[in-house]
């Protein structure tokens, strides 16, 4: 959490193209057991729609959080029943960025519960793509930890940091 507590943003949605995606900061952020806990500040009444609508979700428990980080493709595994390209996976080593507020974790489970739902048309085809996409044989794509090397090393090509 070393580099994470030195900006501890609070995002939404994992957004990091826009400043007011910026919603709030973790004034605490530890790691208990197998959880990660932390202590939200947000920025109400300074400005931000976001942040003040973020808040009054959270204030009334409707909140979810998700994490951004960077895994360390050499210090993760497939765990039973999984693929090397949608997991599921155990990380013993990665890099948290940061940590959003979402409206749906991202992760198959959700899509599955997202698709239980009565959704609007374009909405519902989203969400049976991203399925069949975990459905399709995984030897047809590329390993995940050959996808992070390569968005990485492309994303600081390109003078991001």
Same mark, same amino acid.
């Given at each position: 959490?070393?580099?994470?507590?030195?900006?501890?943003?609070?995002?939404?949605?994992?957004?990091?193209? /826009?400043?007011?995606? %910026?919603?709030?900061?973790?004034?605490?952020?530890?790691?208990? $057991?197998? *959880?990660?806990?932390?202590?939200?500040?947000?920025?109400?009444? =300074? $400005?931000?729609?976001?942040?003040?609508?973020?808040?009054?979700? !959270? !204030?009334?428990?409707?909140? !979810?959080?998700?994490?951004?980080?960077?895994?360390?493709?050499?210090?993760?595994?497939?765990? =039973? $029943?999984?693929?090397?390209?949608?997991?599921?996976?155990?990380?013993?080593? %990665? /890099?948290? +960025? =940061?940590?959003?507020?979402?409206?749906?974790?991202?992760?198959?489970?959700?899509?599955?519960?997202?698709?239980? +739902?009565?959704?609007?048309?374009?909405?519902?085809?989203?969400?049976?793509? !991203? +399925?069949?996409?975990? =459905?399709?044989?995984?030897?047809?794509?590329? *390993?995940?930890?050959?996808?992070?090397?390569? *968005?990485? /090393?492309?994303?600081?090509?390109?003078?991001?940091?």
């Amino acid at each position: 959490l070393d580099e994470f507590l030195g900006h501890p943003v609070l995002l939404s949605s994992h957004n990091y193209g /826009t400043l007011r995606s %910026q919603i709030g900061e973790w004034e605490e952020m530890k790691v208990k $057991g197998k *959880r990660l806990e932390g202590i939200a500040r947000y920025y109400v009444g =300074e $400005g931000n729609e976001e942040a003040d609508w973020a808040f009054r979700l !959270a !204030a009334k428990g409707h909140a !979810a959080f998700s994490v951004g980080f960077i895994p360390d493709p050499d210090e993760m595994k497939v765990l =039973e $029943g999984g693929n090397d390209f949608f997991g599921p996976f155990e990380f013993s080593k %990665q /890099t948290l +960025l =940061e940590v959003s507020q979402v409206t749906v974790p991202a992760n198959p489970e959700a899509l599955q519960a997202v698709k239980a +739902l009565k959704l609007h048309p374009v909405m519902a085809a989203l969400v049976d793509g !991203a +399925l069949k996409l975990v =459905e399709t044989d995984a030897r047809q794509k590329p *390993r995940l930890a050959d996808l992070i090397a390569e *968005r990485f /090393t492309r994303h600081m090509s390109q003078g991001r940091n």
